[in-house]
């Protein structure tokens, strides 16, 4: 049994349509950190292309490893050519987190990672990485439209890093939520992510396009 909207054929026998949308990820480019101050997706920079093609793009975080106890962030840029990082947004953040011993739990609005209006970087986690080894975060951004030129620009983050507060104390897991937009009606052409202290001693994010 077929299911039809609008004169449209959606299912058919049970298969979906070859026509039908369906939020397909394309990988778009891959940067790897070693000992790196900055990794930065820039619009026509090695296929990195924030041109409308897509409506959503998505950051993956895979085990970004901190030089420093410090917290990953991210801030944009609508330059065309020399690029400042200096978009105004605003955000807000909350965490929740437990440590390996069953003894510390909490849920947290974190409004020293929020922002108003403000051009500084945009903290992602809800709290800072140790250095050890069982220390790293991983988890995700997507801007939305970013290429848009009439409304301001979305983002929401899932970041979830392990911090060890002295480097042999109890580990804890935080799992950190932040949205917020990118006061600009220009189009966000770059994105950079960065520690707040030192550099980011190895990870990899990906940038896929979704359709």
């Not at 058919?12 to 480019?29: F, R």
């Not at 020399?82 to 390996?100: M, R």
């Amino acid at each position: 049994m077929g299911v039809i909207s609008n004169g449209t054929t959606l299912l058919d026998a049970g298969a979906l349509d070859s026509g039908i949308p369906t939020g397909a990820m394309t990988l778009i480019k891959t940067l790897t950190a070693s000992s790196s101050a900055t990794l930065s997706f820039v619009n026509g920079v090695s296929s990195v292309v924030f041109d409308g093609t897509y409506k959503e793009y998505r950051f993956t975080f895979n085990d970004i490893h901190p030089a420093a106890i410090s917290y990953f962030s991210v801030n944009f840029s609508d330059d065309t050519s020399s690029h400042s990082y200096d978009l105004t947004k605003t955000s807000t953040s909350f965490v929740a987190w437990h440590d390996e011993a069953d003894s510390a739990t909490s849920l947290q609005y974190r409004a020293s990672y929020d922002l108003a209006q403000a051009t500084g970087v945009q903290p992602l986690g809800g709290d800072t990485m140790g250095i050890t080894n069982d220390n790293c975060g991983v988890g995700y951004l997507t801007i939305y439209d970013p290429a848009n030129t009439t409304f301001v620009k979305h983002f929401i983050s899932r970041f979830k890093p392990n911090y060890n507060a002295a480097n042999g104390s109890t580990p804890y897991t935080h799992d950190g939520h932040t949205a917020g937009y990118i006061n600009t009606t220009a189009a966000v052409t770059a994105v950079q992510f960065k520690m707040s202290t030192g550099n980011i001693d190895a990870g990899t994010i990906k940038l896929y396009g979704i359709k």
